[in-house]
């Protein structure tokens, strides 16, 4: 059974900073490529880092890049996302997606004074 679970986030003011860990278990965690995605309210969920299987390639979404990146540790079946110079636009819920379409529950960030 293919299970996801997000964790780290929570309130944090302007220019802060959260690290968000994505547990997986369910498949053969070193042979995908991982994503994180958010939703912000209202808005549709939005893909915003990819890496490779090896951790050796990423790529994001323009409005975070620079600020945000994604690693992975295959040992652990752990994918992470380390969240810089946090934005109020970058208030959403944070999910990773598994290679199957199944999404955890997602973990909520907001950035707010």
């Known amino acids: 059974q293919v299970q996801l679970v997000e964790s780290g986030g929570g309130l944090v003011q302007p220019g802060g900073s959260l690290r968000l860990s994505c547990v997986a278990s369910?498949?053969?965690?070193?042979?995908?490529?991982m994503n994180w995605y958010r939703q912000a309210p209202g808005k549709e969920r939005e893909l915003i880092a990819v890496i490779s299987m090896a951790g050796s390639s990423t790529n994001y979404a323009e409005s975070v890049k620079g600020r945000f990146t994604i690693s992975r540790d295959n040992s652990k079946n752990t994918v992470f996302l380390q969240m810089n110079n946090l934005k109020p636009e970058d208030t959403a819920m944070y999910y990773c997606?598994?290679?199957?379409?199944?999404w955890g529950q997602g973990t909520q960030v907001t950035v707010s004074s």
């Open positions: 997606r598994a290679p199957n379409g199944d």
């Open positions: 369910g498949f053969a965690f070193s042979e995908y490529v």
